[in-house]
């Protein structure tokens, strides 16, 4: 095992200014059934994400410095802040869809070795802070990001959120991924991309804090 910067391979998932994807969203909180998603994203880490359910939307907000979730599907519908490990998982989330160059700077030291995900080799980079838990990113033999492994610290221990990306395509000369799990305690969801339109303008208000309403 090393601990080295130069090895890194995020500059292959260059990033675009913007971007905005739409395609669909299915989780626990759906019943597993398809509906309606948009992703915006703007350089170098906002980040709006909203599933569009028939009783109203989910909507998951990264202005840049704070983020919050709303929670359509509560009995009282409402806004939540986030802080602690959730805000710095929002944080890391939007680095990788927007700038993940800039990972490399998010992490004090590198450690790096291989593993293997279905029989198949893969370069596991492991970044981490003091005080933090540590970020496991596994990156593919072209050097695409296949999986990435987060914990968040609670007072029944660390939990983790695991991300696994696949159908890389070529996106204004940008390899994305159009289809990633989400697998946290929480919630296991499928998102899947139906198209991506890079470099587009964005109003600022797309990444204010959610204003917590229910379809009537």
Not at 45 to 56: F, M, P
Not at 202 to 210: C, E, L, M, W
């Amino acid at each position: 095992e090393t601990s080295t910067k130069g090895s890194l391979r995020f500059m292959r998932l260059a990033a675009a200014t913007s971007f905005v994807a739409t395609g669909t969203y299915a989780g626990w909180d759906t019943g597993f059934q398809e509906v309606p998603l948009e992703i915006v994203g703007r350089a170098p880490d906002q980040l709006t994400t909203i599933a569009r359910r028939r009783e109203g939307n989910s909507v998951w907000t990264f202005d840049g410095r704070n983020a919050w979730y709303f929670a359509v599907n509560s009995a009282v519908p409402f806004t939540l802040a986030l802080s602690g490990g959730n805000l710095a998982g929002a944080r890391l989330e939007a680095l990788v869809a927007l700038a993940p160059a800039r990972l490399q700077e998010a992490f004090g030291r590198w450690q790096v070795t291989k593993s293997v995900i279905d029989d198949q080799p893969v370069l596991m980079l492991r970044g981490t802070n003091p005080g933090e838990p540590p970020v496991n990113f596994y990156f593919d033999a072209s050097g695409l990001l296949v999986r990435m492994l987060r914990w968040n610290d609670t007072t029944v221990g660390a939990v983790p959120t695991q991300y696994d990306f696949s159908d890389y395509r070529e996106v204004g000369g940008v390899r994305r991924p159009f289809q990633w799990v989400k697998t946290s305690t929480a919630n296991q969801v499928t998102f899947i991309v139906k198209e991506i339109r890079p470099n587009v303008g964005i109003d600022a208000a797309r990444f204010a804090k959610p204003v917590a309403t229910r379809a009537r």
